[in-house]
């Protein structure tokens, strides 16, 4: 199995760097996070041009605030998503009232705390893919998001099958290391 | 939308139990989180942070003294204080959270470098106040043991209950322990951080 692994500083250490003004560190904690972002503001505000306001407005917010990170008191990755929720929420609050529905019944939708671990799982998956190779993302993607079985992953991206099974347990090892505990870097 | 989860079985065959379960709990994350997003051309670089709103202040080596002095203290309440020297222009930047009948409101407050004479520039940003009628004004204070000591100012909430105003604190900051936006009238804190 495909043990390589991405050096590099930890989202700790860039937001550090961010602090003292680094605009490479910036542009790389951009890249970490900017699907994580988006797609946090898309679930939350759902429509795509205010979801990507938000998320530059997200983005300006955490270089403002990076001297108010302290490693002390927990890695980057739930700093980062307190910024930029409080961002994004931000954004909601400049959305028109919407108009209240009357439902018949108990509503089937997730409760606040459901939904809070639904975007925290999100986020944290979201950022997690960053980790991935560009050869093993795809059957990833395909597989979970497409909808693809194995088989048809190998005859989308014309790969032998057990290159493609290969490929999947790696990206999944690869995941479950960076989710596991404070493995984000 | 729904979509057919990929069989677990298939993607990962046969693995011993650990690594299993290892792999069945990011295959459940995945399975629940939406795809990640693509991205548009707008979003394909970083936006250039803002410029500094203030001049950079030529100081005096008696000022520099002053001012390096004080960088080495801290607020006790999440505010981190950054290497002043290599960023000239902000000092720091204080979040600031809702509190009372207000938590829904958020701010931030800017504080740029000393300037020669002593005073501290610095920019109030606010969201989610009740807008402010003509007697209603909210006040920026310095805090010591949750005590209201140093007035930096007072302003107005926009009728979206947002402003941006400039304030300013000729004090020494470390002789404070925080800071916190009050109701002029009721002294009811709004804000604090």
Redesign the interface.
């Known amino acids: 199995m495909e043990r390589v692994e991405r050096q590099g500083p930890t989202d700790g250490e860039l937001i550090a760097r961010v602090?003292?003004?680094d605009r490479s560190a910036?542009?790389e904690l951009?890249g970490r996070y900017?699907?994580?972002v988006?797609?946090l503001a898309?679930?939350r505000l759902g429509d795509r041009g205010r979801a990507?306001d938000a998320?530059?407005d997200a983005?300006?917010?955490i270089?403002?605030?990076a001297?108010?990170?302290?490693p002390d008191r927990g890695s980057g990755a739930p700093w980062l998503y307190a910024i930029a929720r409080?961002a994004i929420?931000?954004g909601l609050?400049r959305l028109p009232e919407p108009v209240a529905e009357l439902q018949d019944g108990p509503g089937n939708e997730p409760g606040p705390p459901e939904v809070a671990e639904?975007e925290w799982?999100?986020w944290?998956?979201?950022r997690a893919?960053e980790e991935l190779p560009a050869h093993e993302r795809p059957v990833?993607?395909l597989?979970?998001?497409r909808?693809l079985?194995?088989s048809e992953i190998a005859r989308s991206l014309e790969l032998p099958l057990g290159t493609v099974?290969t490929r999947?347990?790696s990206a999944?090892?690869r995941?479950?290391r960076a989710?596991?505990g404070d493995g984000l870097r | 939308m729904s979509r057919r989860p990929p069989d677990f079985d298939e993607l990962v065959g046969d693995v011993e139990p650990g690594e299993r379960a290892r792999l069945e709990h990011v295959h459940g994350l995945l399975v629940t989180s939406d795809a990640p997003p693509e991205l548009s051309a707008r979003l394909s670089s970083p936006p250039a942070p803002a410029p500094s709103r203030v001049a950079v202040v030529r100081r005096s080596g008696r000022a520099l003294a002053l001012a390096a002095a004080l960088a080495a203290t801290t607020f006790a309440v999440g505010v981190l204080v950054g290497d002043r020297l290599t960023d000239p222009d902000t000092f720091e930047v204080v979040v600031l959270t809702g509190t009372g009948s207000a938590t829904d409101a958020s701010g931030t407050l800017e504080v740029f470098d000393l300037d020669e004479a002593g005073n501290w520039p610095m920019e109030l940003s606010v969201r989610g106040l009740v807008p402010s009628s003509d007697d209603a004004r909210y006040e920026l204070w310095l805090t010591r043991g949750s005590e209201l000591v140093a007035l930096c100012g007072s302003f107005l909430a926009e009728p979206d209950g947002t402003t941006v105003v400039p304030m300013n604190a000729p004090w020494r900051l470390d002789d404070f322990d925080g800071w916190v936006v009050v109701e002029e009238a009721s002294r009811a804190s709004v804000l604090s951080g």
């Open positions: 602090a003292t003004g910036f542009e951009y900017v699907r994580a988006l797609g898309l679930r990507e998320t530059q983005f300006v917010a270089w403002r605030s001297r108010t990170y302290d409080n929420t931000d609050r639904r799982a999100a944290r998956v979201h893919l990833i993607e597989a979970y998001w909808g079985s194995q099974k999947t347990r999944l090892a995941l479950a989710l596991e």
